[in-house]
């Protein structure tokens, strides 16, 4: 979900503990979590924002209040998306790209991203998403990048392989399904043909 908006009271589990859970989890905790309430004051407002939440919204509030709060957190979100998506990838790519090229390269980037975990996803669907012909694509691409799409797409697939490996809290095939890949035994052999190492040894050598 892009945002999680919940009551604190609630049966079987309460917001607070569910905010806790989903701030625990690695693939949630950037997800906004708003606690809606009864329990006005300093004390509520403290237990709330200890839980992890983002906003704490005491009843009674308006549907528009809501509105902007939710619009807001959004917004805030998808910046700070594009602006990692941009930082991670552009930079990482080993290559100058000229001012007026960014954005079609950052648009590029954020596209391929956006669909990394799909194993289907090729440079026939990039073209679409980018709405040019695959010529069009290739020649663009190779010019900006040195890469042919499908080299730029594994490029990709590969940098947040060794960020997420870099974690240390998934395995090597959650990375592989992670990235696009469908099996891991084809995931090691790409990682190892492109980085030098298998990734469980790159995993462990992060780790040390």
């Not at 989903?22 to 004390?43: C, F």
């Not at 080993?94 to 954005?103: I, K, L, N, Q, S």
């Not at 490996?165 to 395995?171: I, V």
């Not at 990375?175 to 469908?182: F, H, N, P, Q």
């Amino acid at each position: 979900p892009d945002l999680v908006v919940s009551d604190v009271m609630m049966p079987g589990m309460d917001g607070f503990e569910l905010c806790r859970r989903i701030k625990a989890e690695e693939a949630l905790r950037s997800i906004p979590v708003l606690l809606l309430t009864a329990r006005a004051g300093e004390e509520g407002t403290l237990e709330g924002l200890e839980s992890g939440a983002d906003d704490y919204v005491a009843k009674p509030f308006g549907p528009e209040e809501l509105r902007r709060r939710i619009e807001n957190h959004l917004a805030a979100r998808r910046h700070l998306q594009a602006q990692y998506r941009a930082e991670l990838t552009v930079e990482a790519l080993g290559t100058v790209v000229d001012a007026e090229e960014r954005p079609f390269v950052e648009e590029v980037l954020s596209t391929i991203e956006e669909s990394l975990a799909n194993p289907d996803f090729g440079v026939g669907d990039l073209a679409e998403a980018m709405a040019l012909s695959r010529r069009q694509l290739t020649r663009r691409v190779k010019k900006v990048t040195d890469e042919t799409p499908g080299e730029l797409i594994r490029t990709c697939r590969l940098q947040r392989a060794q960020q997420l490996l870099e974690g240390g809290s998934k395995t090597v095939a959650e990375v592989a399904y992670a990235t696009g890949y469908r099996s891991p035994s084809h995931f090691s052999q790409s990682f190892r043909e492109a980085v030098g190492q298998p990734p469980s040894e790159y995993a462990e050598q992060d780790e040390g």
